[in-house]
């Protein structure tokens, strides 16, 4: 992941994508962040930070000072929105407990987490809200002493989805299919 000068961005349409659980101060995402862009919108004086990710894809976070209350709210390609705010949280090294909102009509999409022995044989090792959250608990796993094999598969039917609370400050539960 790089972050793009302001100067050099001419990619594609952003839209909004979530809201995080973090301030500048918070967000340690492996680089510093150069704010830049200040302006005025809606919601108060903002600085913006634009990124590309490994796959070309782009992202970028809005920062709102709002005194006490500042946001950050992250904005993605448009298209799937859902699997764009999954490559963000895993791009950032976030996961869903990160999250503060998704953007109206947003569910992220839920998977499978496959473990794989040594033999070859297969065991569901749990269903997760997203790829972010599956991608986390893959390397706590594979902390252990025991290697194993791990892998992700998306769930086709329903799955376990995230309950955003009312006042967007804390993180989200996990509603089970």
């Known amino acids: 992941m790089r972050q793009v000068p302001e100067n050099e961005f001419s990619g594609p349409a952003l839209t909004e994508g979530g809201g995080l659980l973090h301030t500048p101060a918070t967000l340690s995402i492996g680089q510093p962040i150069e704010w830049e862009s200040y302006m005025e919108d809606g919601l108060g004086p903002a600085k913006m930070a634009v990124f590309e990710m490994a796959k070309g894809s782009y992202f ?44 109206d009509g947003v569910q992220l999409k839920p998977v499978h987490l496959i473990r794989q022995d040594d033999n070859g044989v297969q065991f569901h090792a749990g269903d997760f809200p997203c790829r972010a959250d599956a991608e986390a608990a893959i390397v706590r796993l ?25 006042d967007f400050r804390s993180p989200p539960s996990i509603v089970p299919e």
């Open 142 to 166: 594979a902390a252990g002493a025991h290697k194993q094999a791990y892998f992700v598969e998306p769930i086709t039917g329903k799955g376990p989805s995230l309950r955003f609370s009312d």
């Open 60 to 103: 970028s976070i809005q920062y709102v000072e709002l005194g006490p209350k500042d946001a950050l709210i992250f904005y993605v390609m448009r298209g799937d929105v859902a699997q764009h705010a999954d490559d963000v949280l895993m791009a950032l090294g976030l996961t869903s407990r990160d999250l503060g909102w998704l953007a």
